[in-house]
């Protein structure tokens, strides 16, 4: 079975820093994209952050040039440093694994909080 979770969610001021994990069990990450997205109350789930199993990184708009995902192939275990937080990152934080070509599959985690207070 396949698991994804997230751990590192909590509560900062407005202006630090946050860095969330994401630990795969069941599954290497391999030719495949991790992902984070993220739900704030009453919004739908958006796009953070993305990186494929060979590197290549992708960005949402909002958290451009303050947000930085990052990889660790070995262990497994996808990262999202968060700096320079705004009271609009407050949202549940969630951990995507996909694979677009076959053998597909999507997997999340069950998501972690992040409340930034300003």
């Known amino acids: 079975q396949v698991h994804l979770v997230e751990s590192g969610g909590g509560e900062v001021q407005a202006g630090g820093s946050l860095r969330l994990s994401c630990a795969i069990s069941?599954?290497?990450?391999?030719?495949?994209?991790m992902g984070w997205y993220r739900q704030a109350p009453g919004m739908q789930r958006e796009l953070v952050a993305t990186?494929?199993?060979?590197?290549?990184?992708r960005y949402g708009d909002s958290v451009q040039d303050r947000f930085t995902i990052s990889a660790d192939n070995r262990k497994n275990t996808a990262y999202l440093q968060m700096d320079s937080l705004k009271p609009e990152d407050t949202a549940v934080y969630y951990c995507?694994?996909?694979?677009?070509?076959?053998?597909?599959?999507?997997?999340w985690g069950q998501g972690t909080q992040v409340t930034v207070s300003s």
């Open positions: 995507n694994l996909k694979r677009a070509v076959t053998p597909t599959y999507s997997y």
């Open positions: 069941g599954l290497q990450f391999s030719a495949a994209t």
């Open positions: 990186i494929t199993s060979g590197g290549t990184k």
